[in-house]
């Protein structure tokens, strides 16, 4: 027996036997929604958050499932797309969405030379072409310190929607904290949201109030949660996920949903 | 056969009226979608360069795969002093991944600007700032037909660039 030859011969064969029975580890495949059209974050974005351009690149070209925008109620009950509390920030004008008018939100120029999106416009874009959308509401006014009108906000809600069959109403998520303003939704179809840092709350609420799922952040976000979660069988979303550690990190609690700044790296993980 | 004359005429030509020299190169920086890594060669004549290779971006923002894109890169030196020269130039890259059903494309021509230090007589480096735009053409999504996206970019790296062929440096 020439050893010489044999033994690189036995290691290679060896090798090769040991990847065919790696064991195939089975991949949870989470929804991805692109965070505020495609980021949220400045120094990752392209185009601006929440506006038509970064939810068309999150979409068509980045492929995400879905996008999660800002929604804020206007003083004359529009809801437009603005992450902010104050307009300042982003806009030309100053104080807060729910204390403007929304033919004073047309005049505001957002990051330079664009004007703020309406939920109308960003349904036409994502659940009119069979893309789901998680619409993030902010609830509270920092300008009267006080919380928004819910019925009237349900009542736009519904307008917006009334167009669309049940089938692509599902398509809809509305998050929020307050679990007051979900339990204030009509619309059946739509799925709704809780999000908080309490998960005992969370689960109360989906097993005895009508949430369909929970919206947690993943920096909060635990073991003993995900446990908790699986034994109730209750559907959960990871927010807040910017870095590759922090899209292995969320990945390894496998959520039903992940809401990301980086829609190609996090798709890229789960392939 | 005449082609044969042709074409070794136009070499011994080159080659006594300018000297061309092949170089291999390989560069390193990030721009905004992300770290960069070229390699690939180089004909240089006289203060023209001309470099054909690759270029591969880490997969983070925009790519979710290391495959390679195309890179071809016109430069022209001025000689400044001694052992350093001021670089202006063109370069586009194109890319192509599939992201599920879509297909993506990128195009991203650049206009550069650097300076070239000679460290050795086979080796120089390079820092370069590059502007241009990135184009990207998606097929295949949500809506029939070719979709565009522009956006402005910048772009910096350091490179290396090995003699292989001709005069020292």
Same mark, same amino acid.
């Given at each position: 027996m020439n050893l010489k030859l044999d033994?690189?011969?036995?290691?290679?064969?060896?090798?090769c036997s040991c990847w065919g029975c790696e064991k195939e580890v089975p991949v949870h495949f989470p929804v991805i929604y692109g965070h505020a059209g495609t980021t949220l974050a400045d120094e990752r974005a392209v185009y601006p958050p929440n506006s038509e351009a970064s939810i068309l690149y999150a979409l068509n070209a980045l492929n995400a499932d879905g996008v999660e925008?800002?929604? =804020?109620?206007?003083?004359?009950?529009?809801?437009?797309? &603005?992450?902010?509390? &104050?307009?300042?920030?982003r806009t030309n004008i100053t104080g807060c969405v729910n204390s403007t008018t929304y033919s004073e939100l047309l005049t505001a120029k957002y990051y330079g030379d664009l004007t703020l999106l309406n939920l109308t416009r960003v349904l036409e874009l994502t659940i009119n072409r069979g893309k789901k959308v998680v619409l993030d509401i902010k609830p509270y006014n920092f300008c009267t310190e006080q919380s928004i009108d819910f019925e009237q906000f349900?009542?736009?809600?519904?307008?917006?929607? =009334?167009? &669309?069959?049940?089938? =692509?109403?599902?398509?809809?998520?509305?998050n929020c904290r307050k679990f007051e303003l979900l339990f204030?939704?009509?619309?059946?179809?739509?799925?709704?949201c809780f999000e908080g840092e309490n998960i005992e709350q969370g689960i109360n609420y989906c097993e005895n109030f009508g949430i369909d799922k929970l919206m947690i952040k993943s920096s909060i976000f635990t073991n003993e949660m995900m446990q908790k979660l699986k034994q109730k069988n209750i559907r959960y979303c990871i927010s807040d996920i910017k870095t590759k550690q922090e899209i292995s990190w969320a990945a390894s609690f496998s959520p039903d949903e992940v809401i990301t700044d980086n829609i190609a790296a996090t798709r890229k993980h789960y392939k | 056969m005449k082609y044969w004359f042709v074409l070794v005429f136009c070499c011994t030509l080159l080659h006594v009226a300018a000297q061309p020299s092949i170089d291999a190169y390989a560069n390193t920086g990030f721009n905004r979608i992300g770290f960069?890594?070229?390699?690939?060669?180089?004909?240089?004549?006289?203060s023209h360069q001309i470099r054909l290779g690759l270029r591969f971006y880490a997969p983070d923002q925009v790519f979710e795969s290391n495959r390679p894109g195309l890179q071809l890169t016109y430069r022209f030196q001025y000689p400044v002093f001694k052992r350093c020269n001021l670089i202006s130039g063109l370069q586009i890259s194109y890319f192509q991944e599939y992201k599920g059903e879509i297909r993506f494309r990128l195009i991203d021509p650049h206009l550069e600007l650097g300076g070239q230090w000679r460290i050795s007589k086979s080796i120089q480096i390079a820092t370069v700032l590059a502007l241009g735009s990135t184009q990207i053409y998606t097929n295949g999504g949500i809506l029939p037909g070719t979709e565009q996206f522009n956006y402005f970019n910048y772009e910096f790296k350091i490179g290396l660039t090995y003699r292989l062929i001709g005069a020292d440096l």
């Amino acid at each position: 027996m020439n050893l010489k030859l044999d033994l690189p011969i036995v290691l290679l064969a060896l090798i090769c036997s040991c990847w065919g029975c790696e064991k195939e580890v089975p991949v949870h495949f989470p929804v991805i929604y692109g965070h505020a059209g495609t980021t949220l974050a400045d120094e990752r974005a392209v185009y601006p958050p929440n506006s038509e351009a970064s939810i068309l690149y999150a979409l068509n070209a980045l492929n995400a499932d879905g996008v999660e925008v800002d929604v =804020q109620l206007t003083l004359d009950s529009f809801l437009v797309i &603005y992450h902010d509390p &104050y307009l300042d920030s982003r806009t030309n004008i100053t104080g807060c969405v729910n204390s403007t008018t929304y033919s004073e939100l047309l005049t505001a120029k957002y990051y330079g030379d664009l004007t703020l999106l309406n939920l109308t416009r960003v349904l036409e874009l994502t659940i009119n072409r069979g893309k789901k959308v998680v619409l993030d509401i902010k609830p509270y006014n920092f300008c009267t310190e006080q919380s928004i009108d819910f019925e009237q906000f349900n009542w736009r809600l519904n307008n917006a929607i =009334q167009a &669309y069959s049940s089938e =692509q109403r599902g398509l809809i998520t509305v998050n929020c904290r307050k679990f007051e303003l979900l339990f204030a939704l009509e619309d059946s179809s739509i799925i709704r949201c809780f999000e908080g840092e309490n998960i005992e709350q969370g689960i109360n609420y989906c097993e005895n109030f009508g949430i369909d799922k929970l919206m947690i952040k993943s920096s909060i976000f635990t073991n003993e949660m995900m446990q908790k979660l699986k034994q109730k069988n209750i559907r959960y979303c990871i927010s807040d996920i910017k870095t590759k550690q922090e899209i292995s990190w969320a990945a390894s609690f496998s959520p039903d949903e992940v809401i990301t700044d980086n829609i190609a790296a996090t798709r890229k993980h789960y392939k | 056969m005449k082609y044969w004359f042709v074409l070794v005429f136009c070499c011994t030509l080159l080659h006594v009226a300018a000297q061309p020299s092949i170089d291999a190169y390989a560069n390193t920086g990030f721009n905004r979608i992300g770290f960069l890594h070229d390699f690939g060669g180089q004909l240089e004549i006289k203060s023209h360069q001309i470099r054909l290779g690759l270029r591969f971006y880490a997969p983070d923002q925009v790519f979710e795969s290391n495959r390679p894109g195309l890179q071809l890169t016109y430069r022209f030196q001025y000689p400044v002093f001694k052992r350093c020269n001021l670089i202006s130039g063109l370069q586009i890259s194109y890319f192509q991944e599939y992201k599920g059903e879509i297909r993506f494309r990128l195009i991203d021509p650049h206009l550069e600007l650097g300076g070239q230090w000679r460290i050795s007589k086979s080796i120089q480096i390079a820092t370069v700032l590059a502007l241009g735009s990135t184009q990207i053409y998606t097929n295949g999504g949500i809506l029939p037909g070719t979709e565009q996206f522009n956006y402005f970019n910048y772009e910096f790296k350091i490179g290396l660039t090995y003699r292989l062929i001709g005069a020292d440096l």
